[in-house]
């Protein structure tokens, strides 16, 4: 199925906007995770699993996965995701964007290599870079806008024509790249003003709203400002504050339950 059906079927099958994030560390791991292969497979798939109930999408992050050597178990992880939670969308996060014959490798890797139904990509050199992941019609591209980072503003506030620059990116993706239909942006929760500009400018499309729990972003504002009409278009990821809820033999219960309370926070500020 497409990304982007697949996303609305689960935005309303699980009544939820979280995206539970995985991004292992082993440094925080309960005792009983080795920091290798299986260890993070075995902890990432238990974290998951404890909050598939509550989530319309995962994001595991490639980085994360990568510097540990640990891409077999990103492989596994998202297989398993896939086989135990039909349904519900995997979004790799990885930040691609080269050269075309480059930008090609790097949709290989994320859409056949790991099977992702979704990649975040860097806009930030042009549309050849990322034409390949545009290209690939059933998965999903989700384009960095305003990152949540607190030095976002350095090269994404820059004025061009009398706009900042981001906006000229929101402006771009909606109303020339998205020919597929299959784009969705990037836009921190830590900047709601700017999540109101940017959902002013792309009507539906949806937006991947990192930093709220360990960024510190207002969950509520994000809802207020950027939900569409209907009370959707977004999906409002959390990372460290669920995975790493507790560090004792309770961790999966309380990833569930930071999962879930982010959840109902949501949905009450949906109304
Ligand atoms: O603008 C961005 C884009 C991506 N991220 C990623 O989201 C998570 C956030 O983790 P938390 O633990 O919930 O803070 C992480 O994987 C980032 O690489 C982002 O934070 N901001």
């Given amino acids: 199925m497409q990304f982007m059906q697949a996303l609305k079927d689960r935005w309303s099958s699980s009544n939820s906007l979280v995206c539970v994030g995985l991004d292992p560390e082993p440094a925080k791991f309960p005792r009983n995770f080795a920091g290798d292969e299986e260890g993070v497979f075995a902890f990432c798939r238990d974290i998951a699993d404890a909050t598939a109930q509550y989530a319309c999408a995962f994001k595991p992050q490639i980085a994360h996965f990568a510097a540990l050597g640990a891409e077999g178990a990103l492989t596994r992880l998202i297989a398993h995701l896939h086989a135990a939670h039909p349904g519900v969308p995997v979004i790799l996060d990885a930040k691609r964007g080269d050269i075309g014959s480059t930008a090609e ?63 000229h990116v929101a402006e771009k993706v909606a109303n020339e790249w998205n020919t597929h239909g299959n784009c969705a942006l990037v836009v921190g929760a830590t900047w709601p003003e700017q999540l109101r500009e940017v959902r002013a400018i792309i009507g539906d499309m949806p937006i991947l709203v990192p930093g709220v729990g360990a960024q510190g972003g207002d969950a509520e504002a994000v809802v207020r400002n950027a939900a569409t009409k209907d009370g959707m278009g977004l999906l409002v990821s959390s990372s460290r504050a ?27 500020a949906r109304g």
């Fill in 105 to 167: 490798q790097y949709a290989r890797e994320a859409f056949d290599r790991y099977a992702a139904d979704a990649v975040t990509a860097n806009p930030y050199l042009g549309r050849d870079s990322v034409q390949p992941f545009l290209d690939r019609a059933d998965r999903g591209v989700v384009i960095l806008c305003r990152t949540s980072n607190k030095g976002a503003g350095d090269l994404q506030d820059l004025v061009i024509d009398g706009r900042p620059l981001y906006q």
């Fill in 242 to 268: 669920i995975l790493y809820a507790s560090s004792g033999d309770d961790y999966a219960e309380a990833a569930a339950r930071a999962a879930r309370e982010l959840r109902d926070t949501i949905n009450a």
